[in-house]
């Protein structure tokens, strides 16, 4: 059966981009900003993302081009008979832990959603009972659970239609929605009074907050939003045409994803400062504090609707690259039909997002190394194997891979006058991405 690819660039990019932006740019990055010193997280976020991080997408990308194959596949194929074979089993393990908790979340924005489409959120209904609105919906059992299993089928449905028809497809419509969307929210917020508060605490950087707790959240923020070692941007390379410039469409990827970051903190912060509220409201930013803000300002019941619409699109088109890894492995390498391997991702991705769900409820006494199920899913992923991944990937695509096949993906060739530009990310790749990784990791753990 012969392999599918993307259709065209512009297939490609939305794709790419729709991986790289998600959850981790309207949920974690606004949070983060106001957890880590505003506009000095940024600063450091740029550096992460631009220096260190789009090296490893590059690298990603030429494993899975070079190869034609799933995350698992890749490393049999391109280093035959070596260990490596084990980054790509890890690389298939992990989106799969990912995605599991990701549904979970995307799940709440499926609530949220729905009660901002009810008009829940024009009540006039105080900051303090927003919050428990949101902690009763999360510690019950079957609301969660609901919201998580219709995310996960949206997500099952678009995967079964395949890459062009599937994947590709709903990235062409959904990611000029999304951009749009978050615009639309951003000029609303932009008009509040007292905004330009939060626009200051947005782009005027204090560089005395920059320290090393700054810095391994902005490396972990920069390789959870662009979906690094977990085998996703390989899976997609996969399915880019030899024709395309590996360079050019990686660079737009993350200049898509750190402008919507952008945009989303936009279309925050200025409300938060508006209303005179914490920017340090940490994770319940989206779901506490934002509904509070709708429900107290001209026409926030149609601010929600479309903040709520978006924040659903952006994990879809997320989840749906996590997802996609599972489901190539099993199609290349256990000879699944496509449907039956999309079924038994989701059932391994269900039943672990119940047990996660659940852990703000009947579980949350469990504890695994001090935090519950949900928590130590998530650190696991951003903080330990997302980096080690990422940093494995380098160290594989710089060390063990052929110089020469290296660049002839980078070049197409040869076709492409880029051999300038090419050996510079090949340094990087080599020497700065792997020790910038090691150290600031070793950071992170010493302090």
Not at 119 to 146: C, H, K, N, Q, Y
Not at 147 to 171: M, R
Request: glycine share 10%.
């Amino acid at each position: 059966m012969e392999r599918e690819n993307f259709g065209n660039r512009f297939g490609v990019l939305v794709a790419m981009a729709g991986s790289a932006i998600g959850l981790g740019n309207l949920w974690r990055f606004p949070y983060l900003v106001g957890s880590y010193g505003g506009a000095a997280f940024i600063f450091v976020y740029i550096f992460c993302v631009f220096l260190l991080c789009l090296p490893i997408f590059i690298s990603e990308v030429i494993v899975g081009r070079r190869s034609r194959s799933n995350a698992y596949g890749a490393f049999k194929k391109l280093a035959p008979g070596t260990r490596w074979k084990w980054l790509g089993a890890v690389s298939v393990v992990t989106p799969i832990i990912v995605v599991s908790y990701y549904s979970v979340v995307g799940g709440w924005s499926v609530e949220y959603f729905f009660k901002s489409v009810t008009l829940d959120f024009t009540t006039g209904i105080t900051r303090a009972e927003m919050g428990t609105m949101f902690g009763t919906f999360i510690s019950s059992v079957w609301a969660p659970i609901i919201g998580h299993t219709i995310f996960l089928l949206l997500t099952a449905f678009i995967i079964v239609a395949g890459v062009k028809s599937g994947i590709e497809k709903f990235g062409k419509i959904m990611m000029p929605l999304l951009f749009v969307l978050i615009i639309l929210i951003a000029i609303r917020a932009a008009t509040l009074p007292g905004a330009g508060d939060g626009l200051k605490y947005l782009f005027k950087p204090d560089f005395s907050k920059i320290d090393a707790t700054v810095c391994a959240a902005a490396l972990g923020q920069a390789f959870f939003t662009l979906s690094l070692g977990v085998g996703t941007i390989l899976t997609y390379g996969s399915y880019v045409s030899k024709k395309e410039n590996i360079i050019a469409s990686s660079t737009y990827t993350a200049v898509s994803d750190f402008l919507f970051a952008i945009l989303a903190s936009c279309a925050i912060m200025p409300a938060v400062f508006a209303f005179g509220l914490n920017p340090q409201e940490g994770p319940g930013l989206v779901f506490e504090t934002l509904p509070f803000i709708f429900a107290n300002m001209p026409l926030g019941w149609l601010a929600a609707i479309l903040f709520f619409l978006a924040l659903i699109v952006a994990a879809l088109t997320s989840s749906i690259s996590l997802y996609e890894v599972g489901v190539a492995y099993l199609v290349e390498e256990r000879k699944y039909s496509r449907r039956g391997a999309s079924v038994l991702v989701f059932l391994v991705a269900w039943i672990l997002g119940i047990l996660c769900s659940l852990s703000f409820g009947p579980l949350s006494d469990i504890r695994i190394f001090g935090q519950t199920i949900f928590n130590f899913f998530d650190k696991l992923s951003a903080n330990v194997l997302m980096p080690v991944g990422g940093l494995l990937i380098v160290i594989f695509v710089g060390w063990a891979m052929k110089k020469n096949d290296v660049l002839d993906e980078l070049t197409n060739g040869g076709t492409l006058k880029n051999r300038g530009i090419s050996s510079f990310v090949l340094f990087l790749v080599r020497y700065v991405c792997p020790l910038a990784v090691i150290a600031v990791f070793l950071t992170a753990v010493i302090f």
